[in-house]
């Protein structure tokens, strides 16, 4: 992303130089070698939580798993249970911080659980989801800051 930017700066003179190379992504602040070591801190933190659950939310969302996971002490902190260890509080982190608003979403682009999770639990988060995500705003003729 960075090359194809600095292909266009020569057309963006007030464009910032690049800086995303040494930066972390949301929930990379560990080292690369350290999923299996964060999969732990996060069984310490949290007994309820196994380590094929441990090890799916470090891979989804290294460090920021403990935003999920907050406060809980139990599994049932979580909220409900939508099946395959995907929890209330993981869906309202992802339609709060990752703009899910689907169960495909969910299942398919951001977690993959499409390939676990059974039909009727699929629908049963799809349905949970629309009773709870914020109407999207009217489309307008000129999206703002459009070139005219």
Known sequence: AEAALGKLAP??????????????????????????ALAERIRERYSFVDGPFATRLVTHYGTEAFDILGEATVFADLGRHFGFNLTEAEIRWLMDREWARTAEDVVWRRTRLGLRLTGDEIAALDGWMAERRP?????????PGAIA
């Open 11 to 36: 057309y963006y003179p007030s464009m910032k130089p690049a800086w995303t190379a040494g930066v972390s992504m949301p929930g990379g602040d560990f080292p690369v070698d350290g999923a299996g």
């Open 135 to 143: 109407p999207v705003e009217a489309a307008t003729a000129e999206p």
